[in-house]
Each structure stands twice: as structure tokens, then as C-alpha cells.
T-cell receptor
């Protein structure tokens, strides 16, 4: 079963360092989403891609955050100059948007970031 | 933006009991999903149900779109049903993100 995969699963870093996360979506899915989840809350939308195009970014995505999906397959999320407030679970989801197919989002296991 | 409210926030039940979880939303939607988040943080799809009723084993869900609510039913609860249940919706005029409620934390005692 090749679901959505994320790497790494856990990341501990010091404040001010840069980190990069990777997401591999379900292979035929054309949409890829990034969410962030803090303790006790539901996931919050960050950004999404349709193929390689980044079509929407949340106000939560500050200038320190950048996401790419260069070939319309895997995606990376980079956080520069990390802050303690960036500590959270970063979730990736993918979906297939096509006529007659329900736009169900499938989530990966997440990357848990701890900023010391 | 659209508001999503889930109730109850916490629910503790004995194994074998039935439960009903509710999701209210403030605007028309074109996507509604129920998820179970297990203790390791994995979000597991339960239902895609913007309207109507679906059943999958001991779980079923009903969305009344005109009244802007959805219900998730769990029958004959098992300890493995423990975790947080999230409802997530997409507003009718959006093509992208889904908005999550704050979840219902379900604890099933043996």
C-alpha cells in the first residue's frame, strides 16, 4: 500500500537553524497539501499545489517558510531561521481532483518538529 | 471563513457502548470528511460525506447539508477506537483547503 509518506518523522533542531521536510504523495494524485498541527488542535492549512503550481498560501505561512513541488511529484517544505513557535506536527496530504472523482484528502504520518 | 464546531470535546465510554459525535458548520460545503487520529498522530480517513449517509462496519455517518451538520456513529466501541475524531469541511466556493474542527477525544475503557 503506497500511501503518502513523509521524511523525516521527527526532527529536533536548535532555534535559528534551517530545516527541510519531504512529502511523497500517492503516485497518481495531482494535488498536494501542507498542514500544521499543534497540540490539542486540528490541522491548519498552510499551502497547496496543483501539479507543480503553488495555488494558495495561508497567512500562517510567513516569509521564513517556502514550499516547492518541482516536478509535480514530491514536495519539500523548508523553514528558515526556526523559532520555538514553529514546533508542531507538519502534515502532508494528497488528493486526485478529476471529474466524477471525490476530492478525498489522504494524509501522511507527519513530521514532528521540535525547536529548542 | 467557515467555522467548524465539534461536540462533545471529550467522551469516555466503556467497551461495547455506542456513541454519536457531532460536527456543525457555518456555511454550505462541497467537501466533508471524517478522520480518526490515532495515538501516533496518523490521520485515517473514515468517510467522505458532503451529504447523505454511509456505513462502514461499526461506523456510519450522516450529513444533512441543508441544516449544516454531520454525525458520526460508532457502535459496539472497542479500545482501538480511542483517539481523536476530526471533521473537516471545504466551503462551497473554495477549491482547495479543508478546515478542521477542534476534534472529539474519545477514550474507550476496557
Amino acid at each position: 500500500d503506497t500511501g503518502v509518506s513523509q521524511d523525516p518523522r521527527h526532527k529536533i533542531t536548535k532555534r535559528g537553524q534551517n530545516v527541510t521536510f519531504r512529502c511523497d504523495p500517492i503516485s497518481e494524485h495531482n494535488r498536494l497539501y501542507w498542514y500544521r498541527q499543534t497540540l490539542g488542535q486540528g490541522p491548519e492549512f498552510l499551502t497547496y499545489f496543483q501539479n507543480e503550481a503553488q495555488l494558495e498560501k495561508s497567512r500562517l505561512l510567513s516569509d521564513r517558510f517556502s514550499a516547492e513541488r518541482p516536478k509535480g511529484s514530491f514536495s519539500t517544505l523548508e523553514i528558515q531561521r526556526t523559532e520555538q513557535g514553529d514546533s508542531a506536527m507538519y502534515l502532508c496530504a494528497s488528493s486526485l481532483v478529476s471529474a466524477g472523482i471525490s476530492d478525498t484528502q489522504y494524509f501522511g504520518p507527519g513530521t514532528r518538529l521540535t525547536v529548542l | 471563513g467557515i467555522q467548524v464546531e465539534q461536540s462533545p470535546p471529550d467522551l469516555i465510554l466503556q467497551e461495547g457502548a455506542n456513541s454519536t459525535l457531532r460536527c456543525n458548520f457555518s456555511d454550505s460545503v462541497n467537501n466533508l470528511q471524517w478522520f480518526h487520529q490515532n495515538p501516533w498522530g496518523q490521520l485515517i480517513n473514515l468517510f467522505y460525506i458532503p451529504s447523505g449517509t454511509k456505513q462502514n462496519g461499526r461506523l456510519s455517518a450522516t450529513t444533512v447539508a441543508t441544516e449544516r451538520y454531520s454525525l458520526l456513529y460508532i457502535s459496539s466501541s472497542q479500545t482501538t477506537d480511542s483517539g481523536v475524531y476530526f471533521c473537516a469541511v471545504r466551503r462551497y466556493d473554495s477549491a482547495s483547503k479543508i478546515i478542521f474542527g477542534s476534534g472529539t477525544r474519545l477514550s474507550i475503557r476496557p
